[in-house]
């Protein structure tokens, strides 16, 4: 390779890429599509080979094409990232640190470690919050640093490091005073014969609970079923109905008393939770993530296993 390929160049491919024809991308870029047909042949005469395959509907990657698509992201994330921080040093002499949240995380956790290292690296943060695939698109396209949520599956984590913060699991809950909070451990007899307040049929949540009960020959009685979160918590917390939460949906109800968390083991399930990533750590963001490790670490809610999953 005499010559390195300039951001310029990857940024143009990047664009072929992701819209699957240059006629396409050429009007993302607002240039001609002879001009990035140039520059696309250019970039394969630098890289010494074939980037896309040409059909009648448009491009493909070739495998180098593929590959090459990682690093140009990885650029681009850089190249956003660097955008970020130039014109909030410009205004306010600030670093910056963008997160995309799943709203998974205890608020509080995050929060903290959020106002905590903005006040000692003197920082602007910028925090969205949406689905899992919408933050992710954001984290692929540099729009984000990185992103708290659940972790993803090997097959969807191409080109991203993640990084396990929590084991979140979900439990049932009580209010304090009720007779299931001085079982322990419940079985699933106290809890298949108590009233509840759920879901609605056809939830996924609820699905699991029922059929949990169910492969017991239970079937459980559920006056009031609402979807609405703060509802079921407030119902929870005045009367004699038990319900079941992910734990970052009542870790303010559990910590300051209102709720109980019924000791029982037989609904197993936990989901990683942790940060996802496009590259390495700065000190900004490694600051933030051991911030919030450490908040979690001093609620008690850090995992039990050592699960490597960096």
């Not at 819209?19 to 970039?43: C, D, F, M, W, Y």
């Not at 493909?60 to 970020?84: D, I, K, M």
């Not at 992103?147 to 097959?155: C, E």
């Amino acid at each position: 390779m005499s010559k390195l390929p300039n951001s310029h160049s990857m940024m143009a491919f990047l664009a072929v890429a992701e819209e699957g024809s240059i006629n396409a991308a050429a009007e993302k870029l607002h240039v001609s599509q002879p001009a990035l047909t140039r520059t696309i042949r250019e970039l394969e005469e630098q890289v010494g080979t074939q980037l896309f395959d040409r059909n009648p509907k448009g491009v493909t990657l070739t495998p180098f094409g593929q590959l090459l698509v990682g690093h140009a992201r990885r650029l681009r994330s850089e190249l956003e990232a660097l955008a970020r921080n130039a014109r909030s040093y410009r205004a306010n002499r600030r670093g910056h640190l963008a997160i995309g949240a799943v709203p998974v995380h205890p608020v509080l956790l995050v929060a903290k470690a959020i106002a905590d290292i903005q006040k000692r690296d003197n920082l602007e943060v910028s925090v969205v919050v949406g689905s899992q695939l919408e933050m992710i698109a954001l984290l692929r396209a540099g729009k984000v640093e990185l992103v708290l949520g659940p972790l993803l599956a090997d097959a969807e984590i191409a080109g991203l490091h993640q990084e396990l913060i929590n084991q979140e699991g979900t439990e049932f809950y009580c209010r304090p005073d009720h007779p299931l909070a001085a079982k322990s451990p419940a079985v699933t007899t106290d809890l298949g014969t108590a009233q509840w307040v759920l879901a609605g049929r056809g939830n996924t949540l609820r699905t699991r609970i029922d059929e949990h009960f169910m492969r017991a020959g239970l079937v459980l009685d559920v006056p009031i079923e609402t979807e609405d979160v703060n509802l079921r918590r407030s119902i929870v917390a005045q009367s004699d109905l038990i319900s079941a939460f992910p734990s970052h949906h009542v870790f303010n109800e559990v910590r300051t008393g209102t709720l109980f968390r019924i000791d029982y083991a037989g609904l197993q399930e936990q989901q990683a939770i942790g940060c996802i990533r496009m590259l390495e750590h700065t000190p900004i963001s490694r600051g933030f993530i051991d911030a919030l490790r450490m908040n979690f670490e001093t609620a008690g809610l850090l995992p039990r296993l050592p699960i490597d999953q960096r």
